[in-house]
């Protein structure tokens, strides 16, 4: 009995495909596998290929033209003479609605695969169609939801056309900055208001007292949070495959944008400075970034980090998570009223959001800088 | 005129170019801003303005500021800085 090949889905959008070439004439044989034909659509190409051997007995589309997803391509028969059939055999004109057996749904949900993407050999899509075009196509990148993406993995690439553009030097140092986040964090964000005038005039009076070219007040707040971390030390961990892990060290990261290019300065080591040492050593680190000349251990390791957009009254930002890391402090433009919103984003793999919220209203309590921290 | 007081007067003056030109940045007119005045309190630039400020100067005269220089003796008015960079280039 002749057996049909059908016109397969190349994507779940495209009904119609173009029948590219056809790599077969009639008499000829064919073994499973052989490529028969080639079909696209604007966006890819699928070849065909023969699922049962045969002769070939008959192309029915021109080559060129336009052909529904599902309908017969070509006659495949066992001898090269055989009679093709002039009445309807069920046609299947549209892949999505052949049913899967049950093993085969299994195996699409194995694979992350719809049943509109396999094309069907038969009245309903059975498991080897499914196998079949695995082996074909290989297993699919679309990721099942039931699997975490592997390190590095690319996941939900562009659907749409498009060009490559390489990323300057700067950018690719941007990048690296946010990139991991997609992979690894799951961040949630928590805020709270606060009246941000206690703590400007805390730092002023700081500034005052210790003759300081800059203002400290976000080097006084970033070092109040390693205060709070040196307590706290489930602030300063990840998550690696399903364990904590918990850093030796405080290593703080400090967003500081330099023309259209935003570094995550380190200050390492942090838990064993003084807030003096703190402050001074950021302020290198601001120099060195705004230079565009932070060295590579300067600009990583972060294991915690503090972030403000004030300089730009931005009155709330909710800012990306380093790498690695569970915590970052978002500090804003206050009011006129002098209140603001001190903002944390957080690893909800590793913390609640009232830890993260907990930590912002400690920061917050600008008298709970203690002399030990100030002088 | 030349000499060391015309080339004192030509460094303020561009310092204070620059300092207008990025508070305008912020939307801020500092116009008005004197030599003599303490910037940081002045509020025409921020802290990383400052800083960005002093990179700028870093570069525009080419000399080379420790950080241990960066006070508010040596960058907290236009007369300090314009002052620094007499005894570092001994103008």
């Known amino acids: 009995m002749p057996i049909p090949v059908y016109t397969p889905r190349v994507n779940n959008n495209d009904d119609v495909v173009r029948l590219l ?20 659509t604007e966006k ?32 495949l028969g066992a001898t090269p003479d055989e009679p093709i059939p002039t009445t309807a055999t ?12 049950v093993k085969a749904a299994q195996l699409l949900a194995k694979y992350g695969l719809t049943a509109s993407d396999v094309p069907v050999s038969g009245a309903r899509l059975s498991a080897k169609d499914v196998d079949d075009y695995v082996l074909r196509k290989g297993a699919p990148r679309q990721t099942p939801s039931n699997r975490l ?57 700081y500034q005052k007292r210790e003759r300081l070219l800059l203002n400290p007040l976000l080097g ?3 070092f109040r949070l390693v205060e709070i971390v040196k307590v706290n030390k489930r602030l300063n961990t990840t998550l690696v495959g399903e364990r904590r892990f918990v850093y030796e060290t405080i290593n703080v990261g400090f967003t500081v944008q330099s023309d259209t290019t935003l ?6 080591d942090a838990g064993k400075m003084t807030c003096r040492e703190f402050i001074e050593r950021l302020a290198q680190l601001q120099r060195s970034a705004m ?5 590579p251990e300067e600009a990583s390791g972060a294991t915690v980090a503090f972030t403000s957009m004030a300089r730009w009254n931005v009155t709330r930002h909710i800012p990306v998570l380093p790498p690695n890391t569970a915590l970052t402090v978002a500090h804003a433009a206050s009011t006129s009223g002098g209140r603001a919103a001190l903002g944390a984003t957080y690893d909800h793999r590793v913390l609640t959001g009232f830890e993260a919220l907990s930590a912002l209203a400690e920061i917050s309590r600008v008298e709970s800088i203690d002399e030990r921290s100030v002088s | 005129m030349s000499g060391p007081s015309a080339d004192l007067s030509d460094a303020k003056h561009t310092i204070r170019n620059r300092i207008i030109e990025m508070a305008e940045r912020r939307r801020i007119d500092a116009r008005g801003l004197k030599d003599s005045e303490i910037i940081p309190d002045t509020g025409v630039l921020d802290s990383a303005g400052i800083m960005e400020l002093v990179i700028w100067f870093e570069m525009t ?31």
Do not use: C
């Not at chain 2, 006070?71 to 570092?88: C, H, K, P, V, W």
């Open chain 1, 21 to 40: 070439r056809v790599t077969v004439k009639p008499g000829d044989a064919v073994t499973v596998g052989d490529l028969v034909a080639e079909v696209e």
């Open chain 1, 44 to 75: 890819a190409s699928f070849t065909v290929e023969a699922e049962r051997p045969g002769f070939v007995l008959a192309v029915l589309p021109e080559i060129g033209t336009m052909v529904e997803v599902g309908t017969i391509l070509m006659w």
């Open chain 1, 90 to 101: 069920p046609l299947i004109t549209n892949v999505a609605l052949a049913e899967p057996t």
């Open chain 1, 149 to 205: 993406p592997d390190p590095g993995e690319v996941v939900g690439s562009p659907s749409e056309p498009g060009t490559f553009e390489e990323l300057s030097t700067n950018e690719r140092g941007m990048l690296r900055t946010v990139l991991w986040q997609r992979q690894q964090a799951v961040p949630g964000y928590v805020e709270l208001d606060y009246d941000a005038s206690v703590w400007e005039r805390a730092a002023a009076e």
């Open chain 1, 220 to 222: 006084l707040m970033a």
């Open chain 1, 263 to 268: 570094y995550l300065a380190v200050v390492r």
């Open chain 1, 291 to 295: 230079a565009h000349r932070l060295r």
């Open chain 2, 61 to 91: 005269f080419a000399i080379t500021i420790e950080q241990s220089d960066l006070t508010l003796e040596n960058f907290g008015t236009i007369d300090a800085m314009a002052s620094y960079l007499q005894r570092a280039k001994s103008i």
